[in-house]
């Protein structure tokens, strides 16, 4: 299998239309199609408007990331119980938005 290097997405906000969800124009003035949802059985705008919702989600989950690693340090360093709690909502939220952004931009946030 040809991995392909994933760029950047499409800047937010993004916002569901019935079954297809739009970014911002392009440089002449146009939305951009983000993506269309199939309206099976009936989940087609339930569907656009979760992935309209991707471009904060993802940056909630950036700001969680960030409050996580401070919590963990300090829940660390004072043998705190609820560390190991910490740690796996840690390991959840990277994992969550290792599936959105590829590892070599995730390494660079936490530089």
Do not use: F
């Amino acid at each position: 299998m040809i991995e392909h290097e994933m760029s950047e997405h499409t800047p937010g906000p993004w916002r569901a239309e019935q079954c297809a969800v739009y970014g911002p124009g392009t440089p002449k003035g146009r939305d951009t199609c983000i993506a269309a949802a199939i309206n099976h059985y009936g989940y087609g705008r339930a569907n656009a408007r979760l992935i309209a919702a991707a471009p904060n989600m993802l940056a909630a989950a950036r700001e969680i990331d960030r409050l996580l690693l401070v919590i963990e340090s300090a829940v660390r360093n004072a043998d705190h119980p609820h560390w190991e709690a910490v740690v796996r909502a840690l390991k959840a939220n990277n994992a969550a938005i290792g599936l959105a952004v590829p590892p070599h931009q995730r390494q660079e946030e936490h530089q």
